[in-house]
């Protein structure tokens, strides 16, 4: 099976505050950010996947987004994921390749595909709206729909990262997750969801304010608990309420961006 989507994301925004202010007191990389207020055309995508053989997927997504007033192109996912489970393990999967992966509820969607125009403050602020990395990704099924995963990334995207390309060859981030649902009722569901991500920071650029820029160098370890509760009333009507719990520690140094480059 092959498939080929396009998404077109056109939206207007007005905020309270300015969207291009940087949230003070937090080191926010450049999609953290609200961005330009009024009328525009958000990420357009391009999404190409088709399955290879029985038990296996691939799929890419490339996104036009414009950043300086000038059209980019960004390779957003390209991955190979099993469909069916890996045959000498019963019930284990895995994911290769650049994604977006399980370290939140909403990570593993791109942005167009969320309930709201913009993505909750937790988001934009500890992983720049969504933690996406080259890696390797794999999990276990266990009984009753509960999924036990672990992944090992490259570490070069926020939180981590680095300011020069020279540093920070290899696996320098890590993530494990447990995810369980428990149906309360034949028309109610109940999600309980726990992800952990570390990795080191050789570097990383990020804003403060709308004047001041840091670089952090350390280790950053970041916690998350996702509850989700889903009702039914029938087809097409249902409610849903998610409520999220985030926890960082960073370990490590903070400089300040102008004053070590100058």
């Known amino acids: 099976n092959f498939n080929i989507e396009t998404v077109l ?55 036009i987004v414009r950043e ?24 284990t999967f895995f994911k290769l390749g650049r994604a977006f ?7 593993p969607q791109h942005s167009h595909a969320d309930d709201f125009a913009d ?33 090992l990334y490259r570490g070069e995207d926020f939180p981590f990262g680095n300011t020069t390309a020279t540093e920070g060859q290899g696996s ?18 109940l999600a309980f969801n726990l992800y952990h991500l570390s990795g080191k920071s050789r570097g990383l650029n990020a804003r403060i304010s709308t004047e001041d820029n840091v670089t952090f160098k350390g280790d950053s370890d970041l916690s998350v608990i996702s509850i989700d509760y ?14 999220e719990y985030f926890y960082r520690n960073q370990d490590g140094t903070f400089e300040d961006a102008e004053e070590s480059t100058g």
């Open 9 to 63: 994301n056109a939206k207007y925004s007005s905020y309270s505050l300015s969207g291009e202010a940087a949230i003070k007191g937090f080191g926010v990389a450049h999609e953290g950010e609200r961005g330009k207020e009024g009328l525009a055309i958000g990420e357009t995508e391009l999404i190409i996947n088709s399955d290879i053989g029985e038990k296996f997927r691939g799929s890419f997504t490339a996104a």
């Open 101 to 107: 992966w399980n370290v939140a509820a909403l990570n």
């Open 230 to 243: 889903l009702k039914s009333y029938g087809p097409g009507r249902k409610l849903k309420v998610n409520t």
């Open 119 to 151: 993505r909750p403050l937790p988001y934009r602020v500890f992983l720049n709206k969504a933690y996406n990395d080259d890696g390797f990704e794999a999990s276990y099924l266990l009984p009753n729909s509960n999924e036990l995963g672990f992944g």
């Open 172 to 189: 320098d981030a890590w993530s494990a997750y447990y995810k369980s649902d428990l149906n309360i009722s034949s028309t109610q569901e």
């Open 68 to 91: 300086d007033g000038v059209d980019k192109i960004e390779l957003e996912e390209a991955y190979i994921e099993s469909l069916n489970g890996i045959s000498f393990i019963d019930n």
